[in-house]
T-cell receptor, first 114, second 111 residues
C-alpha cells in the first residue's frame, strides 16, 4: 500500500495556459475523488469516479475543467485556459466501496496561475 | 445540500492540555469522517464515525447522529497535534457520494 500519489507536487503556469494533473489511487480502491482547497478553507468537492465512470460533478467544475479515469485506474484533471482564480491546492482521494468507506488523500498539487 | 459547521475556528493550548472540537451537520448522515491536515498540507484520516464512539490512542471521537453533531477529543496534547482538523459528512440523499467538509478548526499546541 503506497498511498495516493499525485503529480506534480507544484505547478506554476501563466494565465491562459492548459495544465494537467495526475492522481494514482491506492491500487484496490474503486472510488476516486477530486477536491480543491484554497487558503483557509476546507476542501471543496469537484468530481467523483466509481471505476471508470464519472458519476458526480460539482457546479464548481466549469466547462474549462475535465477529468478522466481511463480503465478505472489513474485519473487526470485538466484545466484549460487557466485563470488566476484557479490557483489552489488540487487534492485527490480514493476509497473502496463498502462499510467504513474512509477517504485517503494524496499530498495534492499546488497550482499557481500568474 | 448538507451544511457542516465546526467550532471553534481557532484553538491555542499548552502542551499537555485536553481539547474538544465540535462538528454540527444539517442533515442525516451515512458517512462522517475526521481529518487532520498537518502544516505540510497532508490530510490524514483520523476516524470514520457515522455514529457511536471510537478511540485511537490519545484521540477519540463521538457522533450523535440523532442530534446531528460529532465531537473530537484530544487528550494530553503534543506539539505534533498542531494543524487544522476537518470534519466531513455525507448525507443520505440517494446518489450523493461527495463528502462535504467544514471550515476546520486550527489547533496550535505551544510547548
Amino acid at each position: 500500500d503506497t498511498g495516493v500519489s499525485q503529480d506534480p507536487r507544484h505547478k506554476i503556469t501563466k494565465r491562459g495556459q492548459n495544465v494537467t494533473f495526475r492522481c494514482d489511487p491506492i491500487s484496490e480502491h474503486n472510488r476516486l475523488y477530486w477536491y480543491r482547497q484554497t487558503l483557509g478553507q476546507g476542501p471543496e468537492f469537484l468530481t467523483y469516479f466509481q471505476n471508470e465512470a464519472q458519476l458526480e460533478k460539482s457546479r464548481l467544475l466549469s466547462d474549462r475543467f475535465s477529468a478522466e479515469r481511463p480503465k478505472g485506474s489513474f485519473s487526470t484533471l485538466e484545466i484549460q485556459r487557466t485563470e488566476q482564480g484557479d490557483s489552489a491546492m488540487y487534492l485527490c482521494a480514493s476509497s473502496v466501496t463498502g462499510l467504513g468507506e474512509k477517504l485517503f488523500f494524496g499530498s495534492g498539487t499546488q497550482l499557481s496561475v500568474l | 445540500g448538507i451544511q457542516v459547521e465546526q467550532s471553534p475556528p481557532d484553538l491555542i493550548l499548552q502542551e499537555g492540555a485536553n481539547s474538544t472540537l465540535r462538528c454540527n451537520f444539517s442533515d442525516s448522515v451515512n458517512n462522517l469522517q475526521w481529518f487532520h491536515q498537518n502544516p505540510w498540507g497532508q490530510l490524514i484520516n483520523l476516524f470514520y464515525i457515522p455514529s457511536g464512539t471510537k478511540q485511537n490512542g490519545r484521540l477519540s471521537a463521538t457522533t450523535v447522529a440523532t442530534e446531528r453533531y460529532s465531537l473530537l477529543y484530544i487528550s494530553s496534547s503534543q506539539t505534533t497535534d498542531s494543524g487544522v482538523y476537518f470534519c466531513a459528512a455525507r448525507n443520505l440523499i440517494q446518489g450523493a457520494q461527495k463528502l462535504v467538509f467544514g471550515q476546520g478548526t486550527r489547533l496550535t499546541i505551544n510547548p
